[in-house]
C-alpha cells in the first residue's frame, strides 16, 4: 500500500526559470467517487492507471496505487472517462531536501490555474516554501483534478 502525502498550492510567481523538466500530461477519469477516483493519464509517451482513495480531513494523506500501461491501452481508456479530458504541462522544480515542487500549468478549458504541488515525507514536514507559492488549497476539493475535470476553471 502506498500513501501520498502532498499539499497543494496556487501559484503566484514566474516559476519556469527554475525547472529542470516539463512534459504534457494528457488524464481523464474512469471514476470520480471520492473512496476510490479511478485516472487515467498519458505522459509524454507513456501510458499509466492511477487508482487513490479518499483523503484524511485535512487533505494532504491517502492511498494510492499507480501502475504503468501501454500507450494504446491509455488512448482508448481515455475515450471510456468521464468528461473533461484534462491537458496540461507538468514543470519539475527542485526544493531543499531532495524533494520537488511539480506545477502544473493547465490547459484548454483550465487555462490560466496554475498550482504546485509537493509530496513530503510527513505530514508535519517543514519545507522553504518558494516566492512564487500563493496560497495553500491542500484538502479545497473544487483544486482536485476530478473536480476540475467535472467543472472546469472557466466556469468558476
Known amino acids: 500500500m502506498n500513501i501520498e502525502i502532498e499539499r497543494k498550492f496556487l501559484v503566484i510567481g514566474d516559476f519556469k526559470k527554475k525547472a529542470i523538466e516539463s512534459f504534457r500530461i494528457a488524464q481523464g477519469f474512469l471514476s470520480t467517487v ?3 477516483t479511478v485516472r487515467i493519464r498519458i505522459k509524454d509517451e507513456k501510458g499509466f492507471i492511477t487508482v487513490k482513495g479518499i ?3 485535512s487533505g494532504t494523506t491517502r492511498f494510492e496505487w499507480e501502475k504503468e500501461i501501454s500507450l494504446i491501452d491509455a488512448e482508448n481508456l481515455l475515450k471510456l472517462c468521464e468528461p473533461t479530458i484534462i491537458e496540461k504541462i507538468r514543470y519539475i ?4 531536501n531532495d524533494l520537488f515542487f511539480e506545477v502544473d500549468e493547465f490547459l484548454g478549458k483550465n487555462e490560466g490555474l496554475l498550482i504546485a504541488e509537493i509530496e513530503l515525507p510527513s505530514e508535519d514536514f517543514k519545507f522553504a516554501k518558494p516566492d512564487w507559492l500563493g496560497d495553500e488549497v491542500t484538502g479545497q476539493k473544487k483544486y482536485y483534478n476530478s473536480m476540475i475535470a ?3 476553471f472557466c466556469n468558476w
Request: glycine content about 8%.
Open 150 to 152: 467535472k467543472k472546469p
Open 34 to 36: 471520492p473512496e476510490r
Open 93 to 96: 522544480i527542485p526544493s531543499e
Open 55 to 57: 483523503g484524511n480531513e
